[in-house]
């Protein structure tokens, strides 16, 4: 039996070694990048069900109709729905708290969730353009009507302190210099990360997990 090597296999399909080397890093890319690309179009998934929710929640608030109503809520569990999928939290948990959270804090919930993606601003709360932490926190409730302070700390000095397993989706959850908004379920979180990232879906870090605090900002 004939054995050929490499060489003489490029040769014979007029390749260079350098050319096949350069596919294969590229390709080695392309794989190593699918996991990002994924949740990149999850989160504009997210964001585009977001953006409809908070049009049908709008219309439902004005009207008060069941049609306008249902139309609504379709929107918030598709989103929440997403936004379990890109953590890997159960669905229906997430889709339930959601829910069962009043319709200020599903408010802001979502109004948060349309900015998934734009980037982290130091004093900044400006739609579509950057957020800081409590910018972030700030523009989705005042959304809901509620105006905060855009100081994290006084943001949850101001707040009702809950109890982790009372905490509802859109509480505040606050550790030194940071806030973030809760989503209901786990370590769940939406919040402006910090200078180079953007708005994110995420969970609070392991290691400031029994330092955070929870917080109500209308009760």
């Known amino acids: 039996m004939t054995l050929f090597s490499p060489h003489t296999v490029l040769r014979a399909l007029g390749t260079s070694t350098a050319a ?25 998934e997210i964001t585009t069900e977001a953006d409809l929710a908070v049009a049908a929640y709008d219309v439902y608030i004005e009207s008060e109709g069941l049609v306008d109503y249902v139309m609504y809520a379709k929107h918030r569990i598709a989103t929440a729905r997403l936004a379990a999928r890109q953590l890997g939290y159960n669905e229906f948990l ?42 972030l926190t700030s523009y989705a409730w005042q959304a809901s009507g509620v105006e905060l302070n855009r100081i994290s700390g006084d943001q949850i000095r101001a707040a009702t302190r809950v109890d982790r397993d009372e905490a509802s989706a859109g509480d505040l959850v606050h550790y030194p210099g940071h806030v973030m908004m809760y989503l209901g379920v786990g370590d ?16 609070i870090s392991k290691t400031r997990v029994s330092r955070v605090t929870f917080g109500n900002p209308i009760d």
């Open 20 to 44: 096949v080397i350069a596919v294969v890093a590229f390709a080695g890319t392309a794989l190593a990048q699918q996991p990002e690309l994924a949740v990149n179009a999850l989160a504009a």
């Open 94 to 135: 997430m889709i339930d708290a959601w829910s069962d959270a009043s319709l200020g804090h599903q408010r802001a919930v979502l109004a948060a969730m349309t900015q998934i993606g734009v980037p982290y601003r130091s004093h900044a709360s400006v739609e579509d353009e950057g957020f800081d932490c409590s910018g």
């Open 188 to 203: 769940a979180v939406v919040h402006s990360v910090n200078t180079g990232r953007t708005v994110e879906i995420d969970t």
